[in-house]
């Protein structure tokens, strides 16, 4: 079945900038939806954004300027660097595949980002 | 923008039925999805389109939307069933994804 699995640095300090991959297996990039989620530590679920397999992306407003999230269909991989971070950056980062354009159905595991001086 | 507000936190004892609310303006017009996290897991799909389950969800679980609330039902409560559950839409208008509060689900 598919599997995402999440990579990249654990600890950031700020004003860094954050690059994670998502690597899908057992299934292809093609032709879905791939999003970022977080989580920061014991708080809820925010929605950061999506990239199609054919590379249209869109960002949560309040990220967007930082923001940008690439797909590589020959690593079957999707990619997602924000720039200029700070504590509030500090969360669970997950990678999802959208269910028909709506609904997160496979999440990896997720990856803790942590960014302090 | 669009909120889903749910109850921080139902308790239910075991063998009874927990019913986990989730709040939107006219969000019976949206396709509301639902997501058990245990702690220190990723979040498991177990609701999508109001009521649909994915495969392996037990029957036990079922969903419903109208008005200005959606629910989540989960009967025959478990042990097992103890986790955080959590609403989504997808805000077409603007296309963005909208998660709820969340709430903490407790088995007695």
């Known amino acids: 079945q598919v599997q995402l699995q999440e990579s990249g640095p654990g600890q950031l300090k700020p004003s860094e900038t954050l690059s994670l991959t998502c690597t899908v297996s057992?299934?292809?990039?093609?032709?879905?939806?791939w999003s970022w989620i977080r989580q920061p530590p014991g708080k809820g679920l925010e929605w950061i954004g999506y990239?199609?397999?054919?590379?249209?992306?869109t960002y949560n407003p309040s990220l967007k300027s930082r923001l940008t999230i690439s797909v590589d269909m020959s690593k079957n991989q999707f990619s997602l660097k924000l720039t200029s971070v700070t504590a509030a950056d500090t969360a669970v980062y997950y990678c999802?595949?959208?269910?028909?354009?709506?609904?997160?159905?496979?999440w990896g595991q997720g990856t803790l980002v942590a960014v302090s001086p | 923008s669009y909120v889903l507000t749910q109850p921080p936190s139902v308790s239910v004892a075991p063998g009874r039925t927990a019913r986990i609310t989730c709040g939107g303006n006219?969000?019976?017009?949206?396709?509301v999805h639902w997501y058990l996290q245990k702690p220190g897991q990723a979040p498991v799909l177990v609701i999508y389109a109001d009521s649909d389950r994915p495969s392996g969800i037990p029957e036990r679980l079922s969903g419903s939307n109208s008005g200005n609330t959606a629910t989540l039902t989960i009967s025959n409560v478990e042990a097992g069933d103890e986790a955080d559950y959590y609403c989504?839409?997808?805000?077409?208008?603007?296309?963005?994804?909208?998660f709820g509060t969340g709430t903490k689900v407790t088995v007695l």
């Open positions: 990239i199609y397999h054919d590379g249209g992306t």
């Open positions: 989504q839409v997808w805000d077409s208008s603007v296309d963005f994804y909208v």
């Open positions: 057992g299934g292809s990039i093609y032709p879905y939806y």
């Open positions: 006219n969000i019976g017009s949206k396709s």
């Open positions: 999802a595949r959208l269910r028909s354009n709506e609904a997160f159905e496979i």
